[in-house]
């Protein structure tokens, strides 16, 4: 999973799947996370475009991080599934 953000696509985040235990999807809001942007929290980091859903993965090593994407679900399930491959 890479997430770039910004017109220079910095800040930049990358999880290999192996570096994944779990993905979901949750609704969050700008006021739920201090505004819109690259938000850094207690929980973690989102990444906030929009409110709705959003993407949210739990790192093997570090805090939960988000972001809100179209269809987080597809996307969770994808992250699941390949990262269960990785831990057979």
């Known amino acids: 999973l890479d997430v770039a953000f910004g017109p220079f696509g910095w800040p930049t985040r990358h999880w290999a ?12 809001t700008p006021a739920q996370v201090g505004g819109w942007g690259y938000r850094l929290s207690g929980r973690g980091t989102t990444v906030m475009l929009r409110g709705g859903e959003c993407l949210v993965i739990h790192p093997a090593r570090g805090r939960e991080f988000a972001v ?3 269809d987080a679900e ?15």
């Open 68 to 70: 809100s994407v179209d």
């Open 17 to 28: 799947a192996e570096g994944i235990e779990s993905a979901r999807v949750e609704i969050r």
């Open 74 to 88: 597809r996307g969770a399930a994808l992250l699941n599934s390949l990262s269960a491959r990785h831990t057979r």
